[in-house]
């Protein structure tokens, strides 16, 4: 249980922190600990929505295009999560581009690794 807290405080500090630095400020969230860690719900929910979605419509094959793309299509998926998280919350995430959104989809993803073998 501790160490799925700590995961999340991390997580929310890479999107608080490491998100603006690589994407130079092009993903960003307004506010502080609170809004980080809301945002990143949004964003999991809205992916957790696009994956099901999508897989359904495509019959799997959106599984089949990440597994033959290396995760690529997985990252394009994340970072339209981000982007309509934005949409969805204007005020609190704001995403200048698609690509600052799939760049900071692939900071996430690489922090959440790192903390996974930390942890």
């Known amino acids: 249980m501790l160490t799925m807290i700590l995961h999340v405080v991390l997580m929310v500090l890479a999107m608080l922190v490491a998100v603006p630095a690589f994407t130079d400020n092009g993903v960003k969230v307004r506010g502080g600990f609170l809004s980080g860690l809301f945002a990143l719900v949004v964003v999991g929910c809205v992916n957790a929505g696009l994956w099901v979605g999508l897989t359904l419509i495509t019959v799997g094959g959106t599984m089949v295009g990440n597994v033959l793309t290396l995760g690529l299509v997985g990252l394009l998926i994340n970072g ?24 900071a989809a692939l900071v996430l993803t690489l922090c959440s690794c790192a903390i996974s073998m930390l942890l």
């Open 80 to 103: 339209l999560a981000i982007m309509l998280t934005s949409k969805l919350m204007p005020g609190t995430l704001l995403v200048r581009s698609y690509m600052s959104a799939f760049w």
